[in-house]
């Protein structure tokens, strides 16, 4: 079984940065997909941002400009750079990992935007 950890959340306040970091068990560099996705208590698992093993990267439109995704095959992380938070932006935040049909996810961490 492929354990996610997650870190780097917390509570900060709006237009505060704050970056995520999800360190699979297994390693990245061999065409592993990596997503972070959010979640509010009562609805569903929203997708935020991917990077395939290629660098490429897509994001949702409601993150575009503020996140950015990134991977580091050598340190077998993935990162996820909040900027310009809102309190939208509040939720469980979560860490996949694909290798080809193989996925797995994080525990998920918190993250707060209040003031």
């Known amino acids: 079984q492929v354990q996610l950890v997650e870190s780097g959340g917390g509570l900060v306040q709006p237009g505060a940065s704050l970056t995520l970091s999800c360190a699979p068990s297994?390693?990245?560099?061999?065409?592993?997909?990596m997503a972070w996705y959010r979640q509010v208590p009562g609805k569903q698992r929203d997708f935020l941002a991917q990077i395939m093993s290629n660098g490429s990267k897509t994001y949702v439109d409601a993150v575009k400009g503020r996140f950015t995704i990134s991977r580091d095959n050598v340190k077998n992380t993935v990162s996820l750079q909040m900027n310009s938070l809102k309190p939208e932006d509040s939720a469980v935040y979560y860490c996949?990992?694909?290798?080809?049909?193989?996925?797995?996810w994080g525990q998920g961490t918190q993250v707060t935007v209040s003031s």
């Open positions: 297994r390693t990245i560099a061999s065409a592993a997909t």
């Open positions: 996949r990992a694909r290798w080809g049909k193989e996925a797995y």
